[in-house]
Structure formats: C-alpha cells, structure tokens
T-cell receptor
Framework: AQSVTQLGSHVSVSEGALVLLRCNYS??????LFWYVQYPNQGLQLLLK??????LVKGINGFEAEFKKSETSFHLTKPSAHMSDAAEYFC????????????FGAGTTVTVRA | DTAVSQTPKYLVTQMGNDKSIKCEQN?????MYWYKQDSKKFLKIMFS???????INETVPNRFSPKSPDKAHLNLHINSLELGDSAVYFC??????????????FGAGSRLTVL
C-alpha cells in the first residue's frame, strides 16, 4: 500500500529564508507525487506534481520539488519565503495500483516571521 | 465562476440529526470525491465516483451515503450525526489523465459542527 510521511508538522522560517518541507513516500510501483497547499479556510490547490520524466519539478509561486527514487523522497523547496507562503502544505502520492486514490501526508504548517 | 462549489459552507447541528452537503463541479471532470479533514488537518478519502459509478468506498460508517445524480454532482448525506462527525468535508473532482496521475480540484470545504 502507498503512504506518505511528512517530516515536521510545523516549520517556521524568516521572510526571505529558504523553505524546505520534507516528504517521503512508500509505493510498490512507480509513484505519482503531488504537493498541495491549503490557505486558511480554503480548499487545497495544486502546487506541483511529478508523474514521469524530469525529476526536478517546478510549480507555482516559486516552489519546486525533486523526486529522488533512491531516497524515496519528494521534498519541496522555495529559495526565499514570502509572508503569503504561510499555509498548510500536503504531500500526496498515488500510483498505477491505486488509480483514483490519492493518499495525503499529515501536512506541514508553515509560518513566516517578518 | 467557482470550479467546485460546495454548500453549505458552515453547518451546525445537533447529535442525531440528518444532514446533507451538496457539491457541483463545472469543469467537465468525470470523477468526484469526498474527503474528510479532521481537527488535526489529516485528510482522508471517503468516496469517489467516476461517471456516476462508485469506485472508492473507504471504511466509512454506513450512516454516510454519497449520491451522484450526474457526473457534475456528488452529494453527501449523513444520518444520525455523532460528535465525531465534526470535521471539514471537502469535495473534489478530477479528469483522468492517465492512471494515477489525476490532479484534484478541491472545493472550499464544508465545516460541520455537531453539538
């Protein structure tokens, strides 16, 4: 069965600092990996996804993530945090065996200090 | 135009009552979902329909019953509400791009509070 582990339930960064959110997955077949962001009192929106091909994936709002098969990881980064990045971030995985089913990690809350 | 719209946004009710949450998507997607987000923000899939056919039915009490009258609508009916049902319920939709690569579009959520 597929699963996702997000390391760190809460990350606090200074404005302008690097944002690094960690995600490790388990899947018995090649995974499809996603990062979603949830702003307060809103639904989730897609930041980026990896399906096949280039392992460094760029998303919206300056975020990017790198798929590392050897480490079973899909960490999310942003070089310079902005106040508007304060939100909840979810890593998610699906695969061929679970065609329609997206499994989410527990989420990481990002706060940005001025 | 809201892509995935849920109503109501907030719902406060007493234990034992029956309530429904409605969801509509105007994206032309063929698959719709209900997710439950608990107080710790953990998201868990409940149901999924593809072209009105139930394809995912997770371990959910049978007090929860989804209904999809057409592929643009997926409603959630909950009978005999319990305190533990308090959560935010998210509707989502997707168009199957290829096995496993579905990108979900979420609604804004419906916060259910059971007193």
């Amino acid at each position: 069965a597929q699963s996702v582990t997000q390391l760190g339930s809460h990350v606090s960064v200074s404005e302008g600092a690097l944002v690094l959110l960690r995600c490790n997955y388990s899947s018995s077949v090649p995974p499809y990996l996603f990062w979603y962001v949830q702003y307060p009192n809103q639904g989730l929106q897609l930041l980026l996804k990896y399906t096949t091909g280039a392992t460094l994936v760029k998303g919206i709002n300056g975020f990017e993530a790198e798929f590392k098969k050897s480490e079973t990881s899909f960490h999310l980064t942003k070089p310079s945090a902005h106040m508007s990045d304060a939100a909840e971030y979810f890593c998610a995985v699906s695969d061929l065996l679970t065609d329609y089913k997206l499994s989410f990690g527990a989420g990481t809350t990002v706060t940005v200090r001025a | 135009d809201t892509a995935v719209s849920q109503t109501p946004k907030y719902l406060v009710t007493q234990m034992g009552n029956d309530k429904s949450i409605k969801c509509e998507q105007n994206l032309g997607h063929d698959t719709m979902y209900w997710y439950k987000q608990d107080s710790k923000k953990f998201l868990k899939i409940m149901f999924s329909y593809n072209n009105k056919e139930l394809i995912i039915n997770e371990t959910v009490p049978n007090r929860f019953s989804p209904k999809s009258p057409d592929k643009a609508h997926l409603n959630l009916h909950i009978n005999s509400l319990e305190l533990g049902d308090s959560a935010v319920y998210f509707c989502a939709s997707s168009q199957r791009e290829g096995a496993g690569a579905n990108v979900l579009t979420f609604g804004a959520g419906s916060r259910l509070t059971v007193l």
